[in-house]
């Protein structure tokens, strides 16, 4: 047993910390209040699990001056995280994540609650006590605001009781012995962890390079944070990992990294983040997809990672650069590593080593019963979150697409594009079709930004007969008096041509090289609002999920099936972790629920949600439910309410390593 004021102390002087495999901080703010009603009202929270060892010989995060046997978190890492920077109003060393989480907390002598200040509410309000003022300078320091109120002593007694949870003995369980290896702890740590954030296969393999090269992990990191903020590239480190692992061990499993030295793996990541910066670039200045939003089949970027390692970073020639984007491009449209990732990633792995390019060009084509082609069918997703958009955003920047209004070459003028309807959505909607009709992108075409405001008010049929013939070809858009009555004979058209356009285009890339360079173009953000109030609420929920401290989720997105890659919908919104990260199941907001394959999202076990106020109200459910106002039936706990004697609070079953 220990105090808890005993337990931060230890953290002060850099005998508590946490192991480098532990993820970071992930807590909101619903949970950080939550804790501390629990702890103020005496419940349990549950005890600590740590790993006594020598730190000489292991990757941690903290302050560590010297070698010598240390306590490392295994069990406990958000409940203590979240108490040390109440109580001393910054983060512990150790600390990765938001300190806005446990940043303003309030606690009202009257009511007893604990919420995060809001001027509108408590500006001005005695009752409303800053908590960390209360641990870093005593009761006296925020009470004199309530001298005279009637209700002062007890108000007293209840800044006293609050600061006296200091003095709460928890049980502190050790792990030792030379037997305990990271691979052993690491699987201690997800069993006591069951209910909270597991480590990924891609952790458990980083936590044994850690151990030998604590700057693995920051370093990625790093790389991860240069391409977000230099490059608007959104990378996962599971991503990056397998990069890596593709170039150290030409596999996919990320357990073919036990056997690489930390030498080994520092090389490893080097070429890895090289090869990503020339594939990038490669894609971008050839095949235009170079925005975050349009750099589609991400997970090809390792096999053809592995083809660079032939020729020191670099394809051997033009003909092989050309044919690498070709199957690219194939893979990609073909969803190839859209399910079952790994599976497919290592034949391609072991193809590209034996046979280079031509190899895995050819296991392609027999996956798709010998035929390589792109068809009209390929260009019938709706949204921009379906894998047709980026097909046809590559073929108008690499096809010469003009713009429909002024007849010049895209991004000439302003260096910009913009994507838009040819038929206005507001005139779609009325005439009655549908919303996937409506959003289909074969509809889509690419204009000057400042036309694009323009065109969304023009009547289609006089607009079309108006553009040259030469600007409506260079567009793929299907000669005739189109009226909005023909509007799916249309598409039809328009997709037939699209996809002859895009085979034109592949074959000579794999059987030519690569073309000229293309200029760089900005892609203006694309304002789908409209008429539409779902885009509107869908924002305002993201808004508010962010600010309760939950996962920002992707928006506008093919979900797939994780085990066939089958499209199961294109979600408004998608949490793929669940709404916090590494917690809970996978959530999607679908608004079009006869889109989604309802039966085989509960199968997996997904949460799916067809309307904003439903996700919300179970959001804040969740919320409520963390921090305590709801009990794990959803009703609301009366305030002198009482847990049954040992029990642990549900918000503390999980997430609480």
Same mark, same amino acid.
């Given at each position: ?161 609050? !600061? ?270 549908? !919303? ?35 600007? !409506? ?185």
């Amino acid at each position: 047993m220990a105090k808890l004021s005993a337990i931060l102390d230890q953290v002060d002087a850099g005998t508590v910390l946490l192991p480098e495999f532990q993820r970071g901080y992930v807590w909101n703010r619903d949970q950080v209040r939550g804790l501390m009603r629990s702890l103020y009202k005496g419940y349990p929270v549950g005890a600590l699990l740590v790993w006594e060892t020598d730190v000489a010989g292991q990757a941690v995060r903290g302050a560590v001056a010297a070698g010598g046997t240390r306590s490392l978190l295994l069990d406990g890492q958000q409940r203590v995280t979240t108490l040390y920077g109440v109580v001393r109003g910054t983060p512990p060393a150790f600390f990765e994540g938001d300190p806005q989480a446990f940043h303003n907390l309030r606690f009202n002598v009257e009511t007893e609650a604990f919420e995060f200040y809001g001027p509108v509410k408590m500006k001005d309000d005695p009752l409303w006590v800053d908590v960390t003022a209360l641990f870093t300078g005593g009761p006296s320091a925020v009470a004199s605001g309530l001298n005279g109120h009637p209700g002062f002593f007890d108000f007293v007694d209840r800044l006293h009781r609050l !600061r006296n949870v200091l003095d709460r003995d928890v049980h502190i369980e050790s792990i030792t012995g030379a037997d305990k290896t990271v691979d052993v702890v690491v699987d201690i740590f997800n069993r006591v962890n069951s209910g909270g954030t597991k480590l990924s296969r891609g952790d458990l393999a980083l936590a044994r390079i850690c151990s030998d090269w604590p700057q693995a992990r920051p370093m990625m990191r790093a790389h991860l944070d240069w391409w977000r903020v230099r490059r608007g590239l959104q990378f996962q480190p599971d991503w990056l990992l397998r990069n890596v692992n593709a170039v150290a061990t030409g596999r996919a499993p990320f357990s073919a990294l036990e056997n690489v030295s930390a030498e080994e793996f520092r090389d490893a990541l080097g070429k890895a983040v090289h090869n990503v910066d020339h594939l990038v670039d490669l894609i971008a200045s050839t095949l235009g997809l170079d925005h975050d939003r349009v750099l589609m089949g991400r997970n090809a970027l390792p096999v053809l990672g592995r083809l660079l390692l032939k020729s020191n970073g670099r394809f051997a020639d033009a003909t092989e650069a050309g044919r690498a984007l070709y199957w690219y491009v194939h893979a990609a449209v073909r969803g190839r590593f859209a399910g079952s990732t790994e599976t497919f990633l290592a034949k391609d792995l072991e193809t590209v080593d034996r046979h280079g390019i031509d190899g895995v060009i050819d296991s392609l084509r027999r996956a798709c019963n010998g035929r390589l082609t792109i068809d009209a069918q390929d260009f019938e997703g709706a949204g921009r979150g379906s894998r047709s958009y980026p097909l046809l955003y590559l073929l108008a920047r690499t096809g010469g697409a003009r713009d429909l209004v002024t007849g010049r070459p895209l991004g000439t003028d302003s260096g910009a594009v913009e994507v838009c309807e040819i038929f206005p959505r507001a005139v779609l909607a009325e005439a009655g079709y549908t !919303r996937a009709e409506i959003n289909a992108v074969a509809n889509y075409a690419l204009v000057t930004p400042a036309l694009s405001a323009a065109l969304s008010r023009c009547d289609p049929t006089q607009f079309l007969a108006a553009v040259d013939p030469a600007v !409506r070809a260079s567009q793929w858009i299907p000669d005739g008096e189109w009226r909005v009555a023909d509007y799916p004979q249309f598409l039809a058209a328009r997709r037939e041509l699209l996809a002859a356009g895009a085979n034109a285009f592949l074959g000579a890339l794999s059987t030519r090289g690569l073309p000229p360079r293309l200029a760089p173009v900005t892609l203006i953000p694309e304002d789908e609002s409209g008429d539409d109030v779902r885009v509107a609420q869908v924002d305002a929920l993201v808004e508010d999920v962010i600010r309760m401290g939950l996962a920002c989720p992707t928006l506008d997105v093919e979900v797939p099936d994780p085990e066939t890659g089958a499209v199961l919908a294109v979600a408004q919104a998608f949490w793929a972790d669940g709404l916090q990260a590494g917690q809970g199941a996978p959530v999607v907001l679908e608004l079009d629920p006869g889109s989604a394959d309802r039966s085989r999202f509960a199968e997996l076990g997904y949460e799916v949600f067809d309307s904003v106020d439903a996700l919300r109200r179970f959001v804040q459910r969740r919320g409520e439910m963390a921090s305590g106002d709801r009990d794990a039936s959803g009703n609301r706990p009366a305030a002198d309410e009482a847990l049954p004697a040992g029990a642990i609070p549900r918000q503390f079953q999980a997430a609480s390593a």
